[in-house]
């Protein structure tokens, strides 16, 4: 039986699955992590590391103060 993905990494995928669609645009800002823990209704600690999932794949980018922003595609 296949293991499934731990709930960062599926909500991750979801926000870049979002990002690859055009849904979010280059430029766009993401929820905050406090959002993104709401809409996908888990712990602000996994919307985190979904968050830093997508900064290691780079999908996104942050500015101090403002936010978590998609970045251009490469």
């Known amino acids: 039986m296949p293991t499934r993905p731990p709930h960062y ?3 991750a995928d979801d ?3 979002k990002i690859r669609s ?7 800002q993401l ?3 406090s959002q993104i823990g709401e809409i996908y209704n888990v712990a602000r600690s996994t919307a985190y590391r979904a968050v ?3 900064h ?3 999908l996104v980018y942050g500015q101090q ?4 922003f998609v970045a251009e595609a490469e």
């Open 65 to 68: 103060g403002q936010g978590v």
């Open 52 to 54: 830093k999932e997508l």
């Open 15 to 17: 926000i870049e699955q």
């Open 31 to 33: 929820p905050s992590v």
């Open 22 to 28: 055009g849904e979010y645009r280059p430029g766009h």
């Open 9 to 11: 990494r599926r909500v």
């Open 56 to 58: 290691d794949r780079n």
